[in-house]
């Protein structure tokens, strides 16, 4: 890794503990979030992303938000 500004240096080696200690499932997506500053859960996500790391979204994920949806009426095709 190159490091353009030395002054980045801390914030860089900070996020490079929290991506790993989130790849071995250590750390959430939340509190990425508190210990990077950031406020919402896209920043996050592009975070994570842009560090290539996947969404952490499975199948019961999507199933717990498809009963979710249907329990509230949202998206439901006829």
Do not use: C, N, T
Not at 25 to 49: C, D, N, P, V, W
């Amino acid at each position: 890794m190159v490091i353009a500004d030395p002054a980045q240096l801390p914030r860089q080696a900070v996020e490079a503990l929290v991506l790993e200690a989130h790849r071995q499932r250590k750390l959430s997506e939340a509190e990425i979030g508190r210990l990077l500053g950031m406020e919402s859960r896209y920043q996050i996500e592009r975070f994570l992303k842009d560090h290539g790391v996947e969404l952490a979204y499975s199948r019961d994920d999507l199933e717990y938000e498809r009963q979710v949806h249907r329990e509230l009426g949202i998206g439901h095709r006829r």
